[in-house]
């Protein structure tokens, strides 16, 4: 079975989406994951701001690799996302999920996705662990 923290990396290997986006793991503790990306020109949406669907699947992989790193395949059940501010072109972003609450096989996170110490958005996540361990 592979370790907790070695997860994440393992994860984005086999995820081209996340690649594309040009995510990269920044921190990993059993539970707590933190990833980082920059906003790209065919990134932005018609009026020149990154397209929502930007920060939330940055906030989307930093929850799902934090789901994961309990060593079971998680899965999302149910995901949403406040966006705060706009975002620019050359923005870099990070999104860390900082909270892990497991109940039986559901667990809740919060993610906060920052530019520089600014929230820009909060992303809320439920997940279910299966019983398949990570190999």
Not at 65 to 81: L, Q
Not at 112 to 127: D, P, W, Y
Request: proline share 1%; net charge neutral.
């Amino acid at each position: 079975m592979i370790k907790g923290i070695d997860i994440p990396h393992k994860m984005i290997s086999l995820d081209p989406f996340s690649q594309w986006l040009g995510i990269e793991v920044l921190e990993v503790e059993k539970g707590r994951c933190k990833v980082g990306m920059t906003i790209r020109n065919e990134m932005l949406n018609s009026m020149g701001k990154a397209h929502g669907g930007i920060s939330y699947s940055l906030a989307d992989t930093a929850f799902g690799f934090s789901a994961n790193t309990h060593g079971k395949y998680a899965v999302s059940i149910e995901t949403s996302i406040n966006h705060i501010e706009a975002l620019e072109k050359g923005d870099y972003l990070t999104a860390e999920a900082v909270t892990d609450i497991s109940k039986t096989k559901v667990g809740f996170n919060i993610v906060e996705v920052k530019r520089g110490e600014q929230i820009v958005a909060l992303f809320k996540g439920v997940v279910y662990r299966t019983n398949k361990d990570w190999e």
